[in-house]
């Protein structure tokens, strides 16, 4: 009788679907188009930049614009719409890479690695932390991430681990890298410009930042992996590993190396050299690393003896095994659409602004720290952020006494850290879909370290703040 009350309860709290969580937030959005009045900042180009930024000094009060029942509805296509470059480009990253799986050379690459590693594999976890920590501290890996994420997870279970380790260990490196941002022109670069600062000054302690955060990022990881490998059942994404269980790769039975997979795999690599070098050389974004992954896709296909139908076919299947967290971005999406057409968003970001003012300036940088968290929520873009609070943060470090180089590292990890939980991260929601990993159960694995990475941050703000960290 107990243990049916117990079944009941588990029932009853159960965390309701991803679609409901976003669609419940895009609500209270909606409510509080209502609620909050609106405003807006002007917008001015910069002479110097040619960006377009905000007049911290030209907050006014618009008219009122709520979400009607029907603009509600009208707030996910609107959505879908406006995150539709990121939607499309996971449907071909997931179609292009079930095409390269389906010729056989991605399991049979992994299964040697796996067997060099096999009584190494703790070395996999840091290896990876520290390799996409250099892309994300560079080219601001976020979205580009993605990509990488099925080769981590298949080498990940051919050593014993879960989808959720190989997931973080490509996902949380770019992050431990785009946050402490030593070299990031997305987002310091741009904010160091607002800031009128010398380009990625202050790097020697970003660079300890992000020493630290792999450290961190490195132990978390590895416990938690530890315990799966030891026990599957204790895996948070054990389901999904049942699921799954067929497409591990036995390093007991490999696959036969045949010569296209050479072909294949070299395909796969030359492609993504050609991504590295067009986002370092060429300024590409989504639609060109896209249209490079579906010919990466298409060639690998061909040289591995699929033939064009095949081709097809695994592409399709590839497509539709990533619906649900495809159109999981649009909706996210939908939340910033209520929130922009309800004229909120600048009103909040004006009234956290002010708040900060009212702080001792001893801890005023902290609030400006939690401040950017929470703006994070509503403008995950890096350089959207920074373009929309650091006109404002500037000017407020400058009347609170505290270096703007400080302000900059605020708004950078204001705007990292959270980037790898909420749920209106388009990259996030992204690498979750190419992983099958729900939301729910990600935040499950990852909020005990984001409350570290978090508490880690204010403790290194203090200390910038201490130092006069600068130049200036």
Known sequence: MSQQKNEQKKKFFKVPHTYVILFLVILIMAIFTYIIPAGEFDRVKDPNTGRTVVDPASFHSVDQNPTGFFDLWLSVPAGMQAAASIIFFIFIVGGSFQIITGTGAIEAGISRIALKLKDKDKLMIPMFLILFSIFGGTIGMAEEAIVFVPIGIALARALGYDA??????????AACGFTSGFMNPFTVGVAQGIGELPLFSGIALRLVVLVVMLII????????????????????????????????????????????????????????GFIIYGVFKLGWYIDEIAATFLAIGV?????????????????????????????????????????????????????????????PQAISVVGMYIVQVIINFFIPSGSGQAAATMPIMIPLSDVLGINRQVAVMAYQFGDGFTNSIIPTSAALMGVLSVAKISYEKWVKFLWPLMLIWIGTGAVFLIIANLINYGPF
């Open 164 to 173: 959720i380790v190989g997931t973080a260990m490509v996902t949380l490196g």
């Open 299 to 359: 060639i690998g296909g061909l040289v591995g003896k699929l033939g064009p139908s095949k081709v097809s076919q695994e592409f399709v299947t590839g497509a539709r095994g990533i619906v649900f967290g495809a159109l999981v971005v649009g909706i996210a999406r939908g939340i910033l659409v209520v929130m922009t057409d309800g004229k909120i968003i600048d009103a909040i970001i004006n009234g956290l602004a002010q708040t900060i003012s009212t702080l």
């Open 217 to 272: 990022t490195t132990l978390y990881l590895l416990r938690y992996g530890a315990r799966v490998k030891e026990n599957h059942s204790l895996s948070i994404v054990a389901e999904l590993e049942m699921e799954e269980k067929d497409s591990v790769i036995d390093l007991d039975n490999i696959p036969t190396y045949e010569k296209q997979h050479t072909l294949v795999l070299l395909t796969l690599v030359i492609g993504l």
